[in-house]
């Protein structure tokens, strides 16, 4: 069973007014190498926004990041269906907890630090011991830890 990480945000249209009632769609990209060639994993995850636009989300983490690869889109939609956002080419390191705008920030930089062992993932944590508390297999050498409070 893989890891899961809690991703969350608050949807915001053109004015920033949160949007009530509207639609979040995550969309996973993935791949993995195994005896027996690659496989492609795709998965579609959804929220419905609170009174005040906020959502949450259980998405999947790359913990493993040698041999496979996982990003998420991230969609909001008003109530109208109409598209208010699209983040693309998300990369979860961790299993901690995480809003979408931190996210967004620190993704890039931790798949190109899946893909070369040598560069550093970024991870933000509330505290060192809730990083500590990531299975083994989650945390590397290489790791920069930001203790962000929430």
């Known amino acids: 069973m893989p890891n899961k990480a809690t991703v969350r945000g608050v949807l915001l249209d053109a004015t920033l007014a949160p949007v009530a009632f509207g639609k979040i769609v995550a969309t996973l990209h993935g791949s993995d190498v195994f ?6 994993v795709t998965q579609k995850v959804e ?10 989300l259980e998405l999947i983490v ?8 996982t990003t998420w ?16 080419a998300l990369f979860l390191a961790s299993a ?11 993704s890039a930089q931790n798949l190109r630090a899946a893909r070369e062992a040598g560069a550093a993932r970024l991870v933000v944590a509330s505290d060192h011991e809730s990083y500590l508390a990531l299975p083994e297999r989650e945390r ?3 790791d920069l830890v930001l203790v962000k409070p929430q």
């Open 35 to 40: 005896d027996g060639g690659v496989r492609v």
């Open 47 to 56: 929220a419905t926004t609170g009174a005040q636009g906020e959502w949450s």
């Open 62 to 69: 790359n913990g493993e990041g040698e041999a496979g690869t």
């Open 73 to 88: 889109t991230v969609e909001g939609y008003n109530q109208y269906v109409v598209k208010v956002f699209e983040a693309k």
């Open 96 to 106: 901690l907890a995480v809003t979408l705008g931190d996210l967004e920030r620190m």
């Open 140 to 142: 590397r050498p290489g």
